[in-house]
């Protein structure tokens, strides 16, 4: 979700504005903030903003997104596909769009009438492209309209956009009708895609043969079509939008009064039948109740009031939000949360239920400090579930609006803790950059627009006063990507009638203290019960680390400075014989523990430097198991090696069966080299350098090698892949393919063969159909459909205590460096021979990925396949509504 304010016009009925009775109820607790702080802090707001916004009109405009690592445009088509996420990009110029109150908000009226002429000059909306109904209503429709509201607001103030003649609001009922197409079903919910030029019909559209959609997908659009249709006087977008959230509503669970998470937009059935306040569900919830304060009809506001209870009966878990089966809500259905939840909060302040708000904001504040950031997804025990963070804003909307509601400076603090950790860990030269995982500090080459429509916007109204603002925004309400659309189009034509003789009234408020210190009571145990499941290390405050921590990008080796920061962090640098330095971190070794955490942050950036460095950066390889029953179906995405066979110069790739050399590292002459002759040898990283095991595999005469991760729990979905590069010396003489699984996709050929005994591989720079695979030979008549491996398991929260980066090149001042395989003893030096092949990190390019086949008479392996399913299903729904 990404939220509202509470407030409405005197025509609507029940409920709301009860934060102005709190308001008046309830004192501080301790120092209030000054207003020179705030001043400061909304100051450093909206130069963020301008780092952003600035980076992605310089880098990456027209295109739809920036890539902040890369320092380019992300435009579909020409970068690997990322799967559904790319559903929100239409090569409409996606972030300027989605920034254009944005622009207002911050009192940049000047480049918001320049944002707004370069969309009427340069964007097109005729594209035949696939895109997202859901993320083009939110993003796309919303930002128009948003940007249409303010510019009518700034023209009639007498000072801006004279000139505006609803240029934007004509360009907002353009794609409200492209997107029409889509909700021509007999249910009335809409199709999950549409083609901007073609519509659903017809094989040039290449949509409109889904059967499912989200919860989310079809409840989240009677904000945005109710305005147009109130803007432009055509009933037609606000009845379709009424006619979807009708037929979500009858086909709730009547008992629970709960919805599914995943519907059949032809039949209404329920595909998934899990329940929360999460991915897939979230908005459906808040633009009930929102639609109430917009439009003015009690209708949506019983429905929101019938859910909510079932809500908090059922699901709400204080602090804690769990999803249920909606036909056994006693039945938990999962043992984690996602991120996007955090919008509950805020949603329960809009409907004036507090307590519950300041308790789940609480856990959710202790998670983002355990991790500077919100996970994915994290465990009722607060561990790490799924460790990317794409920059949500949903925490920080929460955090605006629960200071709305109590004045309590704690919340001006939480949002200051925000604000540091954004500038600290995903600030990049070219932007801010989505984290890859938490854990690890690791980037990911993405910067959604949501993060400039959404959260600058609500940190910049955390820290305002009432003056700084441009206009008053109790006026407008936030749609779910806060975009603002004007309260007064309550009192605009709409369909169907109004109901008659509406009042205000103010709702009851749950039981507060009359003091601020009872919503310290509240947090209190919620953070004891968070550190005691994962209690973070004691922070000690040592001279000089109140300085922002040394980045790699800026590091000099010939600065004492730095050198004393290394120190500091616990990392030493080693000059090696053969010219090379070594860095090594001892965790142990570092004057605090927060030293030692930006010591690992360090030598993550580090190793992220030398990968984007490398003058050759090789795709990912497939590693495709071709032998019965699997055919062909599995495919495991590999790391290729510096060295070897080119398999992207091989037309068949190589093709033979696998064996486990002996030992497993292959850091000796194999003891089973009559075995390994003529096939590929399987072996696990660690304690020697990947060229050296390739040439012990090379002498017992395998014709390929694949060397399987030792880290228990990696995977391809949660780490960027691994390019192995050489010893440092010649590898000419290594003349067969070495590629590198992780854990989870290396056990799968493990169990594979340990099931069948018999396991043929083929090795290749990309998965072959089974036609060319099988061209000389009939298809099996079994076929196993198999998925990749899923995201990786909940990790400790402990982080490994010593990180050790490999021998790298000096260039002039600056540390080249790679990462090496950490297989030599933590908290030893690591010395050129103990060390192993270096691992240059990429981001893998997107497969297919098959499903298991029910049917298959192989139960171990299928039984291994299904136990990732359901967290794989979950996934792909959050990846639905970025």
């Not at 964007?123 to 492209?129: A, K, S, Y």
């Not at 968070?530 to 300085?547: F, L, N, Q, T, Y």
């Not at 080119?646 to 075995?675: H, M």
Request: proline share 6%; charged share 25%; hydrophobic share 40%.
């Amino acid at each position: 979700m990404r939220t509202v304010l509470w407030f409405r016009p005197a025509t609507m009925s029940t409920l709301l504005l009860p934060l102005l009775l709190l308001l008046s109820t309830l004192c501080r607790l301790g120092q209030s903030m000054s207003r020179e702080e705030k001043l400061k802090l909304r100051n450093q707001v909206v130069e963020m903003f301008d780092h952003a916004y600035s980076n992605y009109m310089d880098h990456a405009y027209p295109a739809d997104e920036l890539m902040p690592l890369t320092c380019r445009g992300r435009v579909r088509g020409l970068e690997p596909s990322r799967g559904d996420v790319d559903d929100a990009l239409g090569n409409f110029s996606l972030t300027l769009i989605d920034t254009l109150d944005t622009l207002v908000l911050l009192n940049k009226t000047t480049e918001f009438e320049e944002a707004v002429r370069r969309v009427l000059t340069d964007v097109r909306l005729d594209n035949d492209i696939v895109v997202s109904v859901f993320e083009t209503n939110i993003r796309v429709l919303g930002g128009l309209l948003g940007g249409h509201s303010m510019a009518v607001m700034l023209k009639d103030a007498g000072h801006h956009m004279q000139w505006y003649q609803d240029e934007l609001l004509h360009m907002a009922k353009d794609v409200g009708l492209r997107l029409l197409p889509a909700f021509n079903t007999s249910s009335g919910l809409p199709y999950p895609r549409v083609n901007l030029r073609h519509g659903i019909r017809g094989p040039e559209s290449r949509t409109g043969t889904e059967t499912d959609t989200c919860t989310a997908c079809a409840g989240t659009i009677i904000l945005e079509f109710a305005a147009l249709s109130r803007f432009t006087g055509d009933p037609v977008f606000e009845v379709h939008a009424r006619r979807a959230l009708d037929f979500l509503w009858e086909k709730r669970q009547r008992n629970s009064n709960l919805v599914g998470t995943t519907i059949n937009i032809h039949s209404g059935e329920w595909v998934r039948r899990d329940s929360g306040v999460g991915a897939g569900i979230d908005s459906y919830y808040e633009y009930l109740l929102k639609a109430y304060i917009l439009l003015g009809d009690d209708l949506f506001l019983q429905r929101f009031n019938i859910h909510y209870a079932s809500i908090m009966k059922y699901i709400s878990q204080p602090p804690l939000l769990l999803d249920v089966h909606i036909h056994k809500p006693l039945l938990p259905a999962r043992t984690w949360m996602d991120s996007l939840l955090a919008f509950f909060p805020g949603l329960q302040v809009l409907k004036g239920d507090i307590r519950p708000a300041i308790e789940t904001h609480e856990m959710l504040y202790q998670v983002t400090k355990k991790h500077n950031f919100l996970p994915e997804a994290f465990t009722t025990d607060f561990r790490v579930h799924w460790a990317q963070h794409p920059l949500r804003p949903e925490f920080a909307e929460s955090t605006y609006f629960l200071y709305k509601a109590t004045k309590d400076p704690y919340y001006l603090e939480v949002g200051r803790t925000v604000l540091d950790n954004l500038n600290r860990f995903a600030r990049v030269p070219c932007g801010f950059a989505a984290m890859k995982d938490v854990r690890t500090g690791s980037h990911e080459d993405r910067m959604d627009s949501f993060f400039l429509a959404e959260m600058f916007k609500y940190l910049f109204l955390l820290f305002a006063e009432e003056e700084d603002l441009p206009f008053n925004v109790e006026d407008y309400i936030f749609t779910t990507e806060a975009h603002l659309l004007p309260l007064s189009l309550s009192t605009a034509p709409r369909a169907p009638s109004p109901p008659a003789n509406t009042t205000v009234q103010a709702a009851s408020l749950p039981h507060l203290s009359a003091c601020v210190k009872s919503l310290w009571n509240l947090r209190d145990p919620i953070r004891s019960a968070v550190d005691k499941s994962c209690p973070r290390p004691a922070i000690h405050c040592e001279p000089g680390m109140g300085r922002p921590p040394l980045r790699a990008q800026d590091f000099m080796a010939n600065n004492p400075d730095h050198l004393e920061l290394l120190r500091r962090m616990g990392v030493s640098l080693i000059h090696l014989k053969d010219g090379r330095v070594q860095l090594v971190q001892h965790a142990t070794q570092a004057v605090s523990a927060v030293a030692a955490e930006d010591g690992m942050r360090f030598m993550q950036e580090m190793m992220e430097l030398s990968s984007q460095q490398q003058k050759e950066q090789l795709p990912p390889r497939a590693v495709q198991i071709v032998s019965h029953p699997f055919s062909g179906r599995v495919v495991l995405t590999s790391g290729p090696a510096q060295f070897g066979t080119d398999l992207s110069k091989s037309i068949t790739g190589v093709r033979g069966f696998v064996t486990v050399a002996e030992p497993y590292s292959g850091c000796a002459e194999l003891s089973n080299a009559a075995f390994v002759q003529g096939r590929i040898a399987l072996l696990q990283r660690g304690q020697c350098m990947f060229a050296e095991k390739a040439r012990h595999i090379m002498k017992a005469g395998a014709i390929g090698g694949i060397v399987i991760d030792d880290n228990e729990g990696s995977s391809s979905d949660t780490a960027p892949l691994f390019q192995m590069a050489g010893d440092g010396r010649n590898t000419d003489d290594v003349t067969l393919p070495l590629l590198f699984l992780f854990y989870k996709e290396g056990n799968i050929l493990l169990e594979a063969l340990k099931e069948y005994r018999e396991v043929e591989v083929l090795l290749s720079d990309k998965a072959r159909d089974r036609a060319s695979i099988f061209k000389s030979k009939p298809l099996p008549g079994i076929l196993l459909e198999s998925r990749r491996d899923i995201q990786e398991e909940e990790e400790d929260c402990s982080t490994d205590q010593t990180s050790p980066v490999p021998a790298a090149t000096l260039d002039q001042s600056y540390v080249r460096t790679v990462e090496l395989d950490e297989s030599a003893p933590h908290n030893e030096e690591v010395t050129p021979e103990e060390d192993v092949g270096p691992a240059i990190k990429r981001n893998p390019e997107p497969e297919e990925e098959p499903a298991v086949d029910k049917d298959s008479s192989r139960k171990s392996v299928e039984a291994m396949m299904a136990d990732w399913r359901e967290d794989l299903e979950a996934f792909q729904q959050m990846e639905d509504e970025l």
